[in-house]
């Protein structure tokens, strides 16, 4: 049998992704309103407790160009949704890692304590350990409300430790095995990146749950959440305004539509909003200081915008 060579990846069209209104064909295009912030992202600061292959923001023990956020900065966004009535029912956090921001438990309490559903994306690793005891109480006080979703990128240690590096599994899965004895709610972020179809993915993580005691269903895509690869180096076509038609994609569906992100710049003296999960580095993504601010247009001028979010049909709320 002749053997199949993978073909290179095709390099992105340096003329793409320019101007923020306009593509390199010259089309219009597609933009996303914000048609109402269901769920207000932070990202606690970049620092991880890992080193991982392929990481969209880079995280890493020595990177803290995004600072920790303050339990402080977050409640002034939670006063601002409250006073302006936005309707925002989740704050969701993501890193880095969140459990190595020193405020992440406070952060959750204050959160929780004003009614909001919370979202953690976490590696379940020792920083989550570390704080077991008060993270326990807080579950116990607010119950359903709280839900931690783990980064599990494959269902097989081999493959998971090839992006988040050697002896990164077996904490990984105690630490979720810790928190289903517990009774949290939980649910899996996992990554197509096998070549795997999200048929065997799924099938992976069932027996990887079965195997592990784990009382979740990795055939609900809400509790195993598959996202797409990123990779803006890689040519992607562009979004124009006439794609929502051929693709039969809502921009109301796309996460700018429903979320924002706060972020805190090192040497910042305050944090700033910016669309989404996907885009903390890029300036002119910047959408203003306040909640406010942000609810404006977003031209979808960026790969991860084509890739993960209109053809990869994904989203961070899950």
Not at 94 to 107: A, L, Q, R, S, Y
Not at 170 to 196: C, K, T, V, Y
Not at 197 to 219: C, H, P, S, Y
Not at 295 to 313: D, K
Request: charged letters at 25%; glycine letters at 6%; a negative charge.
């Amino acid at each position: 049998m002749e053997e199949t060579v993978a073909q290179p990846l095709k390099l992105l069209d340096p003329r793409k992704f320019r101007d923020p209104w306009t593509t390199a064909d010259g089309e219009p295009r597609a933009s996303v309103h914000l048609k109402k912030l269901e769920t207000l992202w932070f990202c606690t600061g970049t620092l991880c407790n890992l080193t991982c292959e392929h990481c969209y923001i880079e995280s890493s023990p020595s990177n803290d160009s995004l600072v920790y956020i303050s339990v402080g900065e977050v409640a002034a966004y939670l006063d601002e949704i409250e006073r302006e009535g936005f309707g925002t029912t989740t704050i969701a956090f993501t890193g880095g890692e969140p459990f190595m921001n020193p405020d992440m438990v406070p952060i959750l309490d204050e959160v929780l304590r004003r009614g909001y559903e919370a979202l953690v994306l976490t590696n379940a690793m020792k920083p989550m350990m570390k704080v077991s005891e008060p993270l326990l109480e807080v579950h116990q006080q607010y119950g359903d409300r709280l839900t931690m979703r783990i980064s599990i990128d494959h269902y097989s240690k081999d493959v998971h430790e090839q992006e988040r590096g050697k002896r990164s599994w077996d904490p990984a899965i105690q630490g979720m095995q810790w928190l289903s004895e517990h009774g949290f709610n939980l649910d899996i972020a996992g990554r197509l990146f096998s070549g795997e179809t999200e048929e065997q993915m799924r099938a992976g993580f069932a027996r990887l749950f079965e195997r592990e005691g784990i009382g979740m269903d990795a055939r609900d895509p809400h509790q195993v959440v598959l996202f797409p690869e990123m990779d803006e180096k890689v040519d992607v076509p562009e979004i124009t305004t006439s794609c929502w038609s051929k693709l039969q994609v809502s921009p109301d569906a796309q996460m700018c539509a429903s979320s924002r992100m706060v972020i805190k710049r090192k040497g910042a003296n305050h944090p700033v909003v910016v669309p989404c999960t996907l885009l903390p580095y890029q300036p002119e993504f910047e959408l203003g200081q306040t909640l406010s601010e942000s609810f404006q247009e977003v031209p979808l001028n960026h790969p991860h915008c084509a890739r993960f979010c209109v053809l990869g049909g994904a989203s961070c709320s899950g």
